[in-house]
């Protein structure tokens, strides 16, 4: 699972800015995260990609956001300013509400994408984050555009349908559960900031899979769903989808944030997509067509647009 990693990217710009001597002093190793970022989150797609596609939707994303909480524990005992965020467990706990459910159902969604339309389209679609965040800006805080976003959704949306556009009808329901993820993962990213700013990240991270994993277990126990996976090594697949994609690849994100201008990050945007196809050619022959990479790359276009003009104000834009 994505881990929700381009929503929180946007908590961090304010690190960032705090940081702009170590990103003059260490722009290599900031670049260096950043590749880390792309790879992990890759390779959490691959690990999804290659789950029994017969395991219930519901037992993988337990089994996924149960491994990453694990792997939190140890972070929290390894770290210690994770140890002193222990003892302000209560402020959390609107957050650790509304990620635990939005990112059970975001997760859901993701997984059977992957099923459907496999890993290269569900990362170009699932690049829309942006897009809806944008709209949601817009609609509840009454945030303009300036003309480079107008530009980036322009190019983001041609490349939408061209990704988006299936004959098949199970193709079809496939990209409409990937902007499902896309949608609910960018509704985590909105409320993280609107109530979490000033919480540590890592923290809402963690507490985000202890609650999905309980969301999870609560809903396969009431539903008699829960189910054992048959093979040890889907088990395997699963602890190492999520600690690849929420936890080695976040915070080679936040290092790459504090270490270079927050900016240039969007760079791991297309390595990201281009890791992802890469990974599913080599492992799973699979590659989408022609006309569906140009779509992935527009999409992919369109969000750096987005990103990199965000927030400056139309006016300034219009000079």
């Not at 817009?138 to 983001?156: C, P, Q």
């Not at 022959?285 to 992935?296: A, H, N």
């Amino acid at each position: 699972m994505p881990g929700g990693g381009e929503g929180v990217h946007n908590n961090f710009m304010n690190n960032s800015e705090q940081n702009k001597h170590s990103d003059k002093r260490f722009p290599i190793v900031g670049y260096l995260f950043l590749v880390a970022t792309a790879f992990f989150t890759a390779l959490s797609y691959a690990f999804g990609r290659a789950l029994d596609f017969n395991l219930d939707l519901e037992t993988a994303t337990f089994f996924w956001f149960f491994s990453a909480f694990i792997c939190s524990i140890f972070v929290t005992l390894a770290v210690p300013s994770q140890r002193a965020e222990v003892k302000k467990l209560r402020s959390y706990l609107k957050i650790f509400i509304y990620t635990s459910v939005l990112t059970s159902i975001g997760a859901a969604l993701w997984i059977l994408s992957i099923r459907t339309i496999g890993i290269p389209l569900t990362s170009f679609l699932m690049k829309a984050q942006t897009l809806f965040s944008l709209f949601l800006g817009m609609i509840f805080l009454g945030e303009r555009l300036n003309k480079g976003e107008s530009v980036g959704i322009v190019i983001t949306i041609i490349g939408g349908v061209i990704v988006a556009y299936q004959r098949e009808f199970g193709l079809l329901v496939g990209t409409i559960t990937a902007l499902g993820a896309a949608f609910f993962y960018s509704c985590i990213a909105f409320i993280v900031k609107k109530v979490a700013q000033d919480l540590n990240m890592l923290m809402v991270a963690n507490l985000r899979a202890l609650g999905v994993s309980i969301v999870m277990i609560i809903f396969l126990v009431i539903t008699g769903t829960f189910e054992m996976p048959s093979s040890i090594l889907d088990i395997v697949f699963m602890a190492f989808g999520g600690i690849t994609g929420a936890y080695i690849a976040k915070a080679s994100q936040f290092q790459a944030i504090k270490l270079i201008d927050v900016s240039r990050t969007t760079a791991v945007m297309p390595l990201e997509s281009l890791f992802v196809v890469l990974l599913s050619y080599f492992i799973f022959q699979e590659i989408p067509s022609v006309i569906k990479l140009l779509g992935g790359g527009l999409i992919i276009t369109g969000v750096v647009f987005l990103v990199i003009f965000r927030g400056k104000k139309p006016d300034v834009m219009d000079k």
